[in-house]
C-alpha cells in the first residue's frame, strides 16, 4: 500500500522568503501527486499536480513542485511568501494503477511571519 | 450542481445518540471519499467508493462507522452511538472515472460535535 509522509507539521517563514514544504511517499508502483492547500476555515483545493511528463509542476498562487523518482519525493516551494499564503498544506499520492484511492499525509501548516 | 456539497454544515449531537451526514458529489463523478480531520490532525481516510465496485472500507474506526451510496450518486456516512471522541470535520470528495483525471474535489464539510 501507498503511503505519505510530510516531516514537518509546522513551518513558520518570514513574509517574502522562501519556502519548501517536504513530501515523500512510499510506493511499490508508479503514482500521481498531488498538493492539496486548506486555507483557514475553508474547504481543501487542489494546489498542483503531477499525473506525467515535466517533473517539475506549476501550480496556483506561485506554487511549484518537483517529482523526483529517485528520492521518492514532492517537495512543494514558492520563491517568496505572501500573508495570504497561511494555510494548512497536504500532500497525497493514488496509485496510477488499481483503484486510484487518495492517501493523504498529515499535513504541514504554514505561517506567514509579518 | 457545481461542487460537492454536504449537509448538515454543523450537527451539535448528544453522546449516545446517531446521526446522519450526507454528501451529493459532482454529477458524474463515479469516486466518492470520506475522511475525519480532527482539529491540529491531518486528513484520516475512512472509506472510498468507485463505481460499482465494492467500497474500500478499511479505514473506517470502528463497527459505528457506517456509509452506502446509493445510485451511485449521493452517500450517506452514519455514525451509531456517538462518542466525544467522534467530534471531528467529516469531508466528503469525489473524482471522474478513473484514467480520467484523478483529482478530487472537496465539499466544506460537516463540523460533528458531540456533547
Known amino acids: 500500500a501507498q503511503s505519505v509522509t510530510q516531516l514537518d507539521s509546522q513551518v513558520p517563514v518570514f513574509e517574502e522568503a522562501p519556502v519548501e514544504l517536504r513530501c515523500n511517499y512510499s510506493?511499490?508502483?508508479?503514482?500521481?501527486l498531488f498538493w492539496y492547500v486548506q486555507y483557514p476555515n475553508q474547504g481543501l483545493q487542489l494546489l498542483l499536480k503531477?499525473?506525467?511528463?515535466?517533473?517539475l509542476v506549476k501550480g496556483i498562487n506561485g506554487f511549484e513542485a518537483e517529482f523526483n523518482k529517485s528520492q521518492t519525493s514532492f517537495h512543494l516551494r514558492k520563491p517568496s511568501v505572501h500573508i495570504s499564503d497561511t494555510a494548512e498544506y497536504f500532500c497525497a499520492v493514488s496509485l496510477i494503477f488499481g483503484n486510484e484511492k487518495l492517501t493523504f499525509g498529515t499535513g504541514t501548516r504554514l505561517t506567514i511571519i509579518p | 450542481g457545481a461542487g460537492v456539497s454536504q449537509s448538515p454544515s454543523n450537527k451539535v449531537t448528544e453522546k449516545g445518540k446517531d446521526v446522519e451526514l450526507r454528501c451529493d458529489p459532482i454529477?458524474?463523478?463515479?469516486?466518492l471519499y470520506w475522511y475525519r480531520q480532527s482539529l491540529g490532525q491531518g486528513l484520516e481516510f475512512l472509506i472510498y467508493?468507485?463505481?460499482?465496485?465494492?467500497?474500500?472500507k478499511s479505514g473506517l474506526p470502528s463497527d459505528r462507522f457506517s456509509a452506502e451510496r446509493t445510485g451511485g450518486s449521493v452517500s450517506t456516512l452514519t455514525i451509531q452511538r456517538t462518542q466525544q471522541e467522534d467530534s471531528a470535520v467529516y469531508l466528503c470528495?469525489?473524482?471522474?472515472?478513473?484514467?480520467?483525471?484523478?483529482?478530487?474535489?472537496f465539499g466544506q464539510g460537516t463540523r460533528l460535535t458531540v456533547v
Open positions: 503531477y499525473l506525467s511528463g515535466s517533473t
Open positions: 510506493s511499490s508502483v508508479s503514482v500521481y
Open positions: 467508493f468507485q463505481g460499482n465496485s465494492a467500497p474500500d
Open positions: 470528495a469525489s473524482s471522474p472515472p478513473m484514467g480520467r483525471n484523478t483529482e478530487a474535489f
Open positions: 454529477s458524474g463523478h463515479t469516486a
